[in-house]
């Protein structure tokens, strides 16, 4: 999604706060003209606050999917996970997986990760690529969850998918 302005907000309480201090003559209008500039960012703080408190109630109904609130630059942006009966995230709207900042995740959604390095044939790499960018995620993220649907769709049909004599476990939700 992109990022939300929050100007027109902010102007409307500008004008608003205008129109009440005509009533009170010219000289409260030229203090409410002078107030409007310094209360500015505690007004943008107030609309950001409603906007975080919004998304945690949103939150909780919509769990185990979830609502962020992130700033891209002086705009807020929200960033949403719906999860899948059946895996990981189905589908996430906002910036990439890639940017996502893994300790300021909740408890629940952090996990231990590990790293590999994958050998690709440059054909199938680029079938990645394009279907990681159609899904608007990264190609991290899409592996993850071609890994994961896999591995549940072993499990589902019996395979077993087991290595003699290791043991691997998966934690938290793969973005």
């Not at 009533?23 to 500015?40: S, V, Y």
């Not at 630059?73 to 949403?80: L, M, Q, S, W």
């Not at 995230?89 to 890639?98: I, M, N, Q, V």
């Amino acid at each position: 999604m992109a990022p939300m302005d929050l100007t027109p907000y902010v102007e409307r309480i500008r004008r608003e706060l205008a129109i009440a201090a005509e009533a009170g003559g010219e000289d409260a209008l030229a203090l409410a003209q002078r107030l409007t500039a310094p209360i500015e960012s505690a007004v943008r703080l107030t609309l950001l606050e409603a906007l975080s408190a919004a998304a945690a109630e949103i939150t909780s109904d919509l769990a185990p999917g979830s609502v962020h609130l992130r700033l891209s630059g002086r705009d807020p942006e929200f960033v949403v996970t719906v999860l899948s009966p059946d895996g990981p995230a189905a589908e996430e709207f906002g910036p990439p997986a890639s940017l996502v900042d893994e300790a300021a995740l909740p408890a629940g959604e952090r996990g231990a990760t590990s790293r590999i390095n994958l050998r690709l044939p440059d054909d199938v790499k680029a079938g990645v690529e394009e279907a990681a960018a159609r899904e608007r995620i990264s190609v991290n993220a899409w592996l993850v969850r071609a890994a994961a649907a896999a591995l549940q769709a072993g499990r589902s049909a019996g395979t077993g998918n087991r290595v003699t004599g290791h043991s691997q476990s998966f934690t938290g939700w793969a973005r």
